[in-house]
C-alpha cells in the first residue's frame, strides 16, 4: 500500500525533547520531509532529507532515517510552547514523483 | 521571496452552490498542485500541473471538480455543484524541484 504512518498524538514537557517517529512504504522514496502545520495555516516545510542520508540536523531539529527500517524520526530538541502543532511526514515516491503524506502527529506541549 | 497566496482565506457556501478558489505560486515555480485537506487527514493530492498542462488529476472528482492553469502562472480550483463533504481545507502548493511549498489554504465549509 500507500501508507505513511504516524502515531496521532504526543505529549511533551516544555523544555524536553520531542520524537516524532513515522513509517513509510516506498523503499525506493528519494525525499523524506517533515512538515508542520499550525491552527488555520498551511502546511510549512520544516526540513527534509534525502534517502542516502541517515541523519540531518538543523538547529533544533534532528531528522534520522533508517532505511533498512523504512523510518522516520524527527526530534525537537528544547520544545518550545510555539512548536505546538501538527507535524506531517511525507514520502515522495520515485516511480511517480508523488508525495505522500501521514495522518500527521499532534504535538502537546506541558507547562 | 514571496509564498504561495491564496484566496479567499475561508468560504461558507450551501450544499449545491458553487465555489472558485484561486492560488499564485512562488515566482518561476512550474509546478502546482491541489490538495484537498479533510479534517485529521494528511493533504490528498488532486491535480498537478506542470506550467500550465495537467500532469495528474487521478485523484480529481472530475463530474463537479474543474482546475486551470491558463498562462502557466495562476490557478484556479472549482467545485460545481459542492457537497457536503467536500467540506476540507484546499492546499496549493508549488515547486521547483521536488520540495513543494504551501500556501496557507482556503477552509470551505459545505451547509
Known amino acids: 500500500g500507500e501508507d505513511v504512518e504516524q502515531s496521532l498524538f504526543l505529549s511533551v514537557r516544555e523544555g524536553d525533547s520531542s520524537v516524532i517517529n513515522c513509517t513509510y512504504t516506498d523503499s525506493s522514496s528519494t525525499y523524506l520531509y517533515w512538515y508542520k502545520q499550525e491552527p488555520g495555516a498551511g502546511l510549512q516545510l520544516l526540513t527534509y532529507?534525502?534517502?542516502?542520508?541517515d541523519m540531518k540536523q538543523d538547529q533544533r531539529l534532528t531528522v534520522l532515517l533508517n532505511k533498512k527500517d523504512k523510518h522516520l524520526s524527527l526530534r525537537i530538541a528544547d520544545t518550545q510552547t510555539g512548536d505546538s502543532a501538527i507535524y506531517f511526514c511525507?514520502?515522495?515516491?520515485?516511480?511517480?514523483?508523488?508525495?505522500?503524506f501521514g495522518k500527521g502527529t499532534r504535538l502537546h506541549i506541558l507547562p | 521571496e514571496a509564498g504561495v497566496a491564496q484566496s479567499p482565506r475561508y468560504k461558507i457556501i450551501e450544499k449545491r452552490q458553487s465555489v472558485a478558489f484561486w492560488c499564485n505560486p512562488i515566482?518561476?515555480?512550474?509546478?502546482l498542485y491541489w490538495y484537498q485537506q479533510i479534517l485529521g487527514q494528511g493533504p490528498k493530492l488532486l491535480i498537478q500541473?506542470?506550467?500550465?498542462?495537467?500532469?495528474?488529476d487521478s485523484q480529481l472528482p472530475k463530474d463537479r471538480f474543474s482546475a486551470e492553469r491558463l498562462k502557466g502562472v495562476d490557478s484556479t480550483l472549482k467545485i460545481q455543484p459542492a457537497k457536503l463533504e467536500d467540506s476540507a481545507v484546499y492546499l496549493c502548493a508549488s515547486s521547483l524541484n521536488s520540495a513543494r511549498f504551501f500556501g496557507p489554504g482556503t477552509r470551505l465549509t459545505v451547509l
Open positions: 532529507i534525502f534517502s542516502n542520508m
Open positions: 511525507a514520502e515522495v515516491q520515485n516511480r511517480d514523483d508523488k508525495i505522500i
Open positions: 500541473f506542470q506550467n500550465n498542462g495537467v500532469v495528474d
Open positions: 515566482s518561476g515555480h512550474a509546478t
